[in-house]
DNA sequence: CAGTGGTCTAGACCACAGT
DNA sequence: CTGTGGTCTAGACCACTGC
């Protein structure tokens, strides 16, 4: 063993696997549509059971890599997938991370029905009463995001009387709602006049709006929106699916731009 | 048997396990901090081996409704996993989804060496010579995306001789190298001068801006900075990595305001 | 120290799709 | 028909860690 194998964890054996194969496609040597070795065959190369070769191929089916097919075997995948994980921080956590005060404060709250044009809001689609509010983020002495929400009070009845002045509704919402989806629509907006009065910012100046519907088995749970001013405020997304976190990776070490 | 079960595929017990415990979690019956069963209990209770239920746990583990700890146990997440998967289309095809002719040309193209200032372009951060490219992306009659790009030539080698022209940089090098990592930052800009003139938008208009820097193990392969016009355009993310498509979902059946 | 998860084995049966 | 993946079993050993 030489030094350089620092406290290596022991990487158990089908990752050892996993990583074998991951670097032979990511490196080029096994171009797209390459036929991987069978089960069987990389069983017997590896010394080792089927079933440890199985759990490292579902792996690499998992991120993308690999298409299967009985009888025919296991190749390269052709679609490299263009899909990425995209970080959304709670506000308070982003802007303490920051090094500044969070603070946040309710601009508007009212209880009542869902009105027309709100429909398509909430999904799935969805009537009745609900909570609806206007809350104000900070960032130091700063106005950091804006923020309109509506809470479905048949999904979340509880959200009625809570007065969100300790914790911030997105915050309470996820400690206490249990959410099974949620869908993020992310696009360029002008600052409209209410924005302009409540964060700020000069009249169309570019914000970052974030839409963020969440429901519930099949049950609408709330629906936000999220005004970040200026390009001060930015979101990032990572590929590689839970790639065993790169440590010399480009996450840092490089300052935007 | 009911005529309920119309064509179910024999889901495998891993998965039904799996949906239970998840069903669980999400309809609250099973609250955040909650002692799952261990998964020798469970394996009783479903009259399996140990290591069908094991599949289902680390699955769980995986999509974060479960954290696992050596002699404490399995207990449901209390750190909702605040992270969404953003699907990146490729632009011809984003555009052709609109049902739009796509159309691309390259406004500007150099092979020369990195200059001052992009040294944190690439990723890892690189210097020696790249191609620089400037390209603009139609829908229709419209001006729908510019773009520039940096290409590595010491990872792409074959970049300086490429005239794109049949297909844009992005799609050629998607099908070109194989790539292991990339990073994706989003925000609000207003157009600057050359946006102004190439997009055919006011000036300061808000406009949506991708950033992407692509690398291949430990070695940087390209930067790329979209640009889209106005509110016109909007990236979407969707929670539940995978989780089994929900076909009667919120993706659809909703206009978009 | 004992219970838990993490991993691995050497088999087995089956469904499925190419040949 | 046959090779492939998909699943499952009934064990086993180990590492860790909270009791």
Known sequence: MTAASRAAPAP???????DDIA????SGRWPVGHHIPSELELATRYGCARMTVSKAMTELVRRGLVERRRRAGSFVSRTRSRSAVLDIPDIRTEVESLGLVYRHEILQSRCRM???GEAGLLVPAAAGRVRALWVRHHAGSRPFCLEFRIISLESVPEAADERFEAVAPGAWLAQTVPWSGAEHRIQAAGA???IVRWLEVAPQSPCLLIERRTWRQDVAVTF????YPGDAHQLIARFSPDMTHRATGPASGHGIP
Chains 1, 2 share one sequence.
Not at 12 to 18: A, D, E, G, K, N
Not at 224 to 227: E, N, T, W
């Open 23 to 26: 670097g032979h496609i990511l």
């Open 12 to 18: 158990s054996l089908h990752q050892r696997i996993l």
């Open 224 to 227: 936000a929106r999220l005004v």
């Open 192 to 194: 409209d006049e209410r």
């Open 114 to 116: 869902l009105q027309r």
